[in-house]
């Protein structure tokens, strides 16, 4: 099966993603896996699909982080990255849309 990666830059105040950019739709298989650096006050995240939670408070280590997720179905996805201050505010969101394919 492949595996995708998507990385991801987070800063403060808003995420900014190398590629795709914002919204854009792309295609790949499960599982997906995302890995990134954070920047800024950003201490956790919080990774949401089609509203369903992904992984809740995600901690940073070392101003890196890594999320794998497998998706059950073929179709397209939002997917929601929050990033977090040590006072759990929300100070950066990101969504993109995904397209997941037949394995």
Avoid at 48 to 54: I, N, P, R, V, Y
Avoid at 62 to 80: A, H, L
Avoid at 86 to 94: C, N
């Amino acid at each position: 099966m492949i595996v995708l990666y998507i990385v991801f830059y987070l800063q403060v105040p808003r995420l900014c993603i190398a590629t795709p950019t914002e919204n854009t739709k792309f295609l790949m298989r499960s599982p997906v896996s995302f890995e990134g650096k954070a920047y800024g006050d950003i201490k956790t995240l919080k990774i949401s699909a089609d509203g369903h939670k992904m992984s809740d408070k995600l901690l940073v280590t070392e101003n890196k982080w890594n999320f794998p997720y497998s998706f059950k179905n073929v179709g397209d996805r939002q997917i929601t990255i929050e990033g977090m201050n040590a006072e759990k505010e929300v100070i950066a969101k990101q969504k993109v849309t995904i397209t997941i394919l037949d394995p």
